[in-house]
């Protein structure tokens, strides 16, 4: 029983002290800064993003405007059809 | 509402209008300094902002007149303004990371204006989950949620103000210079305008719902 604890207590700090090697490895594993010749490939353009962002509001408000239309005439619709229907039983 | 109901095409031209006409004005408006291009979201992006405060603080007043005295016109108006408050809030939540994404170079920041904004907005979604999903006597519950909901709006607001952030802060707004200030003030009456006849369409549509409601009940007795 010792010594299964002693070989686990073993494994355990082999794995400790690899990943621990593979974590370190990983922040050192760059060696040298690399010159960017094209610079402007970096910068993120703005103009998309506001017509996305314009096109967003425009698309949700009339899309809106759309559902909420919809739902309004399917209501007074069935409202005029049940309406119909209490005025015959009268 | 007979008068509301004239109202509304009326509102829907002018309005329409008015958002034709705002690119051109956006577009002429200068640069601002460090943000450059991506800083004209703004012009939509706040008074988007400024209605889902408006729609929560309509929605808070009518819950609490609701809780008051059961008046169903009050509770017909928060639902409405439960709804638009989604709307705006998702306009507002998802072109803040648009511009987010040029001006801090991150969608989204966890910081308190952002973050505040988000739970705002979740309220009245819960808000409108619980009316469509909570059964006969919701509305009363729903009705607490939308004061809760509408209790956060000052602290969204002075968030900027007390806490550390990178939101821009409300001095912004008053320290516009002219060229600025005159498109985003279009662009606030456009919005306003559009709510109003967003506001007044819903309330009908809520109105003939109950009413509809009324005359299957009468057809079924």
């Not at chain 1, 029983?1 to 690899?18: H, N, P, Q």
């Not at chain 2, 909570?134 to 969204?156: K, Q, R, Y």
């Amino acid at each position: 029983m010792r010594s299964l604890m002693g070989r686990l207590t073993w494994f355990g700090a082999f794995v400790i002290a690899a990943g621990w090697n593979i974590v370190v490895a990983a922040q050192t594993a760059q060696q040298e800064f690399v010159p960017v010749t094209d610079a402007t490939r970096e910068n993120l353009p703005a103009t998309p993003l506001v017509y996305i962002a314009y096109g967003f509001v425009w698309v949700a408000l009339v899309a809106y405007v759309f559902l909420l239309w919809q739902r309004l005439g399917r209501v007074e619709r069935e409202l005029a059809s049940v309406s119909a229907k209490l005025a015959n039983r009268r | 509402m007979r008068v509301a109901n004239r109202l509304v095409p009326l509102l829907l031209v002018v309005a329409a209008l008015m958002y034709i006409r705002a690119p051109f004005m956006i577009q002429a408006a200068p640069l601002e300094s460090v943000m450059g291009v991506v800083q004209k979201i703004f012009y939509f992006h706040v008074p988007s902002a400024m209605m889902t405060f408006l729609a929560a603080f309509v929605c808070g007043i009518a819950s609490a007149t609701y809780l008051w005295n059961r008046s169903k016109f009050a509770d017909h108006v928060a639902v409405s303004a439960a709804e638009l408050a989604v709307v705006f809030g998702l306009i507002v939540l998802v072109t803040g990371p648009l511009w987010a994404r040029k001006a801090w170079g991150v969608w989204w920041q966890w910081d308190v204006r952002l973050t505040m904004t988000l739970v705002m907005w979740m309220i009245f979604v819960a808000y409108l989950l619980l009316r469509r999903f909570g059964g006969a006597g919701s509305e009363i519950l729903a009705a607490a949620v939308g004061v809760f909901g509408t209790a956060l709006v000052p602290f969204v607001y002075i968030s900027v103000n007390y806490w550390r952030t990178i939101h821009p802060n409300t001095n912004v707004l008053k320290s516009l210079p002219a060229e600025m200030a005159d498109p985003f003030r279009w662009a606030i009456f456009a919005f306003l305008l559009f709510f109003t006849a967003l506001l007044l369409v819903r309330i009908r549509l809520e109105s003939s719902r109950a009413v509809l409601e009324e005359a299957y009940a009468a057809l079924e007795d």
